[in-house]
């Protein structure tokens, strides 16, 4: 369950109605090594065999978009050596199915 509060700038807030989410949560379906990255690269993989195209979101620790592509192959390596060090969310949407893994760039 979750429910979302906004705040105006005035300090006044309130609280949207209370949403129930399913989660269907499959851990293993996308995988991220090396992680730490070595080497200004990372390779991706995920169990996703059947699709056309992927999509791939990079957003750094503020949640600003970095980098995208798309996938066509259900395992790639992903350049990383222009990005500066730090944390970064790596986001891959297949089939309607959006895959998150926290990568830390060194």
């Not at 499959?26 to 991706?44: C, F, I, K, W, Y």
């Not at 056309?52 to 970095?66: D, H, K, Q, R």
């Not at 592509?69 to 790639?76: A, D, G, K, P």
Request: hydrophobic fraction near 35%; charge should be negative.
């Amino acid at each position: 369950y979750y429910r979302l509060k906004q705040m105006d700038y005035d300090g006044a807030f309130e609280y949207s109605d209370v949403v129930s989410v399913e989660l269907s949560v499959v851990d293993s379906q996308l995988s991220v090594s090396p992680n730490p990255t070595r080497n200004g690269e990372v390779s991706l993989s995920f169990s996703e065999t059947d699709f056309e195209e992927a999509n791939l979101e990079i957003f750094n620790s503020m949640g600003v978009l970095v980098q995208s592509e798309r996938l066509y192959f259900n395992q790639t390596t992903v350049r990383t050596e222009d990005l500066p060090k730090g944390i970064y969310l790596f986001s891959v949407k297949v089939e309607g199915q959006r895959f998150i893994r926290r990568v830390v760039v060194n």
